[in-house]
Antibody, heavy 124, light 107 residues
């Protein structure tokens, strides 16, 4: 079955960068977009952006543009998200998720599966 | 950006109760809406997509309805494992925004 496995927890200092990986298995990696969602402690879910593994095309939410870079390596079916210029409010659990599409007259979307999450802590 | 507003933000209920959570969109999103359940420290799990289509393996006590700007998630008879936080998400347009969440607690 489809599965996404993320890299381990990270502790970074303010101003540093972090790169989180998301290893896909059990499906054709290039057929589905991968999205990134974060969740600050005690807060809700925030969509950050997505990458098309087929061609590497990516777009991110406006608040993250210029600070978030999404890439992929198709040879190892892994997506990456790098966040630069980290601040304390970037402390969060970061998830990757696969976008599913329905068939039929209209195409509907949902996220499944999700990775297990990667905790990024930004602290001096 | 499309804003999703869930109500209530907190809900206290008992096992066996019927509960309904509402998600309102700031503009029409047709039926491009999914519902997720999240437990502490875990990834969200999809329950419903296309506003009312139950994901495979999800118990039939969960149901969704709505289109346009107003949507509901109903749990017909709460079970102990249903106490969690629920989120709606729209797929009408980027960014794919989420509602702020509804925390369902045991009364």
């Amino acid at each position: 079955q489809a599965q996404l496995v993320q890299s381990g927890a990270e502790v970074k200092k303010p101003g540093a960068s972090v790169k989180v990986s998301c290893k896909a298995s059990g499906y054709s990696f290039t057929d589905y977009y991968i999205h990134w969602v974060r969740q600050a402690p005690g807060q809700g879910l925030e969509w950050m952006g997505r990458i098309n593994p087929h061609n590497g095309g990516a777009n991110s939410a406006q608040k993250f543009q210029g600070r978030v870079t999404m890439t992929r390596d198709t040879s190892i079916t892994t997506a990456y998200m790098e966040v630069s210029s980290l601040r304390s409010d970037d402390t969060a659990l970061y998830f990757c998720a696969r976008e599913n599409l329905s068939g039929g007259e209209r195409t509907y979307h949902w996220f499944d599966p999700w990775g297990q999450g990667t905790l990024v802590t930004v602290s001096s | 950006d499309i804003q999703l507003t869930q109500s209530p933000s907190f809900l206290s209920a008992s096992v066996g109760d019927r509960v309904t959570i509402t998600c309102r969109a700031s503009q029409g999103i047709s039926r491009y809406l999914a519902w997720y359940q999240q437990k502490p420290g875990k990834a969200p799990k999809v329950l419903i997509y296309a506003a009312s289509t139950l994901e495979g393996g999800v118990p039939s006590r969960f149901s969704g309805s709505g289109s346009g700007t107003e949507f509901t998630l109903t749990i017909s008879s709460l079970q102990p494992e249903d106490f969690a936080t629920y989120y709606c998400q729209q797929f009408n347009d980027y960014p794919y925004t989420f509602g702020q969440g509804t925390k369902l607690e045991i009364k």
